[in-house]
């Protein structure tokens, strides 16, 4: 498992029976790991979680 997806997993959560991650979380991760945000919203596309209190809105 990438160290990516490994942090990225213990940052979600269950909720409504979905995994879930939350938008600043998505935000601080990307930026500890020095990624682009878009690995990280790849990375929750492949393992279908859902990305939750989004900071600009987009997501609900």
Same mark, same amino acid.
């Given at each position: 498992? %990438?160290?990516?997806?490994?942090?990225i997993?213990?940052?979600? *959560?269950?909720?409504?029976?979905?995994?879930?991650l939350?938008c $600043?979380d998505? *935000? $601080?991760? $990307?930026? +500890?790991?020095?990624? +682009?945000?878009?690995?990280?919203?790849?990375?929750?596309?492949t393992?279908?979680?859902?990305? %939750?209190k989004?900071?600009?809105?987009c997501f609900?």
């Amino acid at each position: 498992m %990438s160290e990516l997806k490994k942090a990225i997993l213990e940052k979600t *959560f269950e909720a409504d029976g979905k995994v879930k991650l939350r938008c $600043a979380d998505a *935000f $601080a991760l $990307a930026e +500890k790991l020095d990624v +682009k945000i878009s690995a990280i919203a790849a990375v929750c596309q492949t393992e279908n979680i859902r990305i %939750s209190k989004c900071q600009l809105g987009c997501f609900n």
